[in-house]
């Protein structure tokens, strides 16, 4: 293999070769192992051993000549990209970079995000090998000893090799699935992209997706029956809380974590305003984003109350007319029903989503106006600044019919965190070294002046006297420095996504102030919506429950490893089923375990969201 005298190599060469593989392969197993999080230890043996005989049998004699060394560089470098890029992706949305973000994805938005939120110091080791391999092709300009190379490609000695190479693959592919439970490529892939790329490799990962991309390969989902879960309980409230025709107001805040409510820096309350209502309030202490794919998938949970999945687009890819909505609910109870949203309209594809989904008006960055603004800060390529955005928006809630209906969605506080005005400056966070920190909580309390201003216009107009308020957050902010953290602490033994915990306001002058502790998510505000207002029934498909009804319940995130959270521990559904892989920090509890009814509900809950958005995205290609 590595016969270093009979290729008769420099030493410059040797060491180019080396680099090439101890890189290659440091980058290989780091994405399996951190990013993919593969099952089987087993099946990353046989695949070094797999590429050390590929790299020695055919790669190494071609660092003789100057143009072999360059290709293997080009080869570095490529592989060096796709792995970055995946690096990148895990560390904005927690998962690996696949065909479909390639192809569907609507980024990260501003290039800041990049370097501010994503790029860190010690991603220089993915590109160490390069600069070593490019400083080494320079040094060593010498290209002797080609006629040795040409008699180690013989005939001979590629069939040889060949037969080794691919012997050594079979077995791997062979041993691997075994393990992981004898399935084919399709139940595999569909199952779990984590063992697909743990038996078959990285490459062959995305060509497989390519070829799902494509209408023919959905058609067996079409033709595969797929009903509600038996499990799901329809239990409601036939009482109303508060007068059935109660305007009503949603806001969707951007990237705030649960942990601000209440938070101080230098003895300043981030969010006073929020901290007052949250007092006023009916407050879920235990609730947490549905944040799978990216901020649509709160629009999307909360208006279907059905629970995202992992690589799937909804409002792009899916028919959004055959989805029953809270916003098609209270256009039958007489609500004029309408969307704000300070951005393109385009953003998201919204513009399509959101009357599909029974909205009657869409007000977005068109209908806003820039010369009027009040607020010392130009638009950016997130729109118009929430204070200007509240502000505008009472007059189309002034003009609206009542009962009214209106879901609003902020902007400000979205990263990079600089989307606020320098007129509106702390002081007392001025000490905090990290700039994104910095710039976080200084967004954030933009917001929560915006929120106050509006809450106050409100009652000023005597719009808020006979109104339910919802206020939520997307999700968290995904920021994890010394000077702060978003996400809650837990201790988990895998490279998942965290659960994100935001808070939810529920404020209307009937409800009496108090705390749930029942957990829930996104997908659970519609239902609570119907329970408050006495509706009796929700819709067949919605799949959330009211947070003011029940016992507590396990919580599922559909992510490319579905989560389950039950009693603040963390489980995974894999090949093996559910497994429990973390807690929150100080809350461990012995014997918390998921019932076999629980679990049977779950993985139906689970299997029927990637049945039904698969079915409705194949509808919109026909």
């Known amino acids: 293999m590595f016969n270093f005298k009979e290729l008769d190599l420099t030493k410059k060469q040797k060491y180019f070769i080396i680099t090439f593989l101890v890189g290659f392969l440091f980058k290989y197993n780091y994405v399996l192992l951190r990013i993919f999080n593969v099952p089987s230890i087993t099946g990353i043996i046989f695949k070094n051993i797999f590429f050390i005989l590929l790299i020695g049998y055919f790669l190494v004699p071609l660092v003789k000549v100057k143009r072999g060394r360059v290709s293997l560089l080009v080869i570095s470098i490529l592989f060096s990209i796709l792995c970055v890029a995946n690096l990148w992706y895990n560390r904005h949305f927690g ?55 040409a008699s180690l490609f013989t ?78 309980e ?23 974590d649960e942990k601000v409510i209440g938070y101080k820096h230098n003895n300043q309350e981030l969010t006073p305003f929020l901290n007052k209502l949250k007092d006023k309030s009916l407050y879920a202490e235990n609730f947490y984003s549905q944040h799978v794919n990216g901020s649509f998938d709160a629009d999307f949970s909360f208006l279907t109350s059905m629970y995202p999945i992992n690589r799937n687009y909804s409002f792009k890819e899916d028919d959004m007319t055959k989805f ?5 609910v209270l256009k039958k109870k007489g609500y004029q029903t309408m969307a704000f949203h300070g951005n393109d309209k385009k953003f998201f594809h919204r513009y399509k989503a959101f009357p599909s989904l029974g909205f009657d008006k869409f007000y977005s960055r068109e209908d806003f106006s820039s010369e009027d603004r009040i607020m010392d800060l130009k638009e950016s390529y997130l729109g118009i600044n929430d204070y200007d955005f509240f502000n505008q928006s009472l007059h189309y809630l002034e003009q609206a019919d009542k009962p009214f209906f209106a879901y609003m969605i902020t902007v400000s506080s979205h990263t990079p965190f600089t989307f606020y005005p320098d007129s509106e400056l702390k002081e007392e966070y001025s000490d905090i070294e990290n700039p994104l920190v910095h710039d976080y909580f200084q967004s954030v309390s933009f917001l929560d002046k915006s929120l106050e201003m509006f809450f106050d216009k409100l009652e000023q107009r005597g719009l808020a006297e006979n109104t339910l308020f919802i ?13 702060y953290s978003s996400s809650e602490d837990f201790v988990v033994d895998r490279n998942i996504n965290q659960p994100e915990h935001i808070p939810l ?55 490319e490893l579905p989560q389950v959270l039950y009693k603040e521990h963390i489980f995974i559904k894999d090949i093996k089923g559910l497994e429990r892989v973390g807690y929150l920090k100080d809350r461990k509890e012995e014997g918390v375990e998921l019932t076999e009814k629980e679990k049977n509900r779950i993985l139906k809950i689970i299997d029927y969201m990637k049945v039904i958005m698969l079915k409705r995205r194949v509808d919109t290609k026909k």
């Open 471 to 483: 206020i939520y957050a997307d999700h968290e902010a995904g920021i994890d420095e010394k000077e």
């Open 324 to 328: 029953e909505s809270i916003v098609k």
């Open 155 to 232: 005939m001979g000695k590629m069939r040889k090799r060949t037969v080794v190479i691919v012997l050594l693959l079979i077995t791997q592919i062979f041993v691997t699935n075994l393990l992981l439970g004898n399935e084919g490529p399709s139940e595999l892939y569909s199952t779990s992209s984590a063992a697909f790329v743990n038996v078959y490799g990285l490459l062959p990962l995305y060509f497989y997706e390519f070829h799902t991309s494509t209408y023919a390969a959905y058609l067996n989902i079409v033709n595969k029956e797929v009903t509600l879960p038996i499990e799901l």
């Open 505 to 559: 306001f529920i404020k209307h002058r009937d409800i009496k102030a108090g705390i749930i502790e029942k957990t829930g998510t996104t997908t659970d505000i519609a239902p609570t919506i119907l329970d408050i207002m006495g509706i009796e029934q929700k819709p067949k498909e919605f799949i959330g429950s009211s947070l003011l009804l029940g016992e507590e319940e396990s919580v599922p995130f559909i992510h």
């Open 234 to 256: 329809d239990k409601i409230n036939d009482k109303n809380l508060i007068d059935n025709k109660s305007n009503i107001i949603i806001i969707q805040m951007e990237s705030l």
């Open 95 to 149: 998962d690996y970079l696949s065909f479909i973000d390639v192809t569907t994805s609507e980024g990260v938005g501003s290039p800041t995000v990049l370097f501010r939120h994503i790029i860190k110091a010690w991603d220089i080791f993915f590109i160490v090998d390069v600069i070593l391999l490019l400083i080494l092709i320079i040094k060593d300009k010498g290209n002797k000893g080609q006629s040795s190379i």
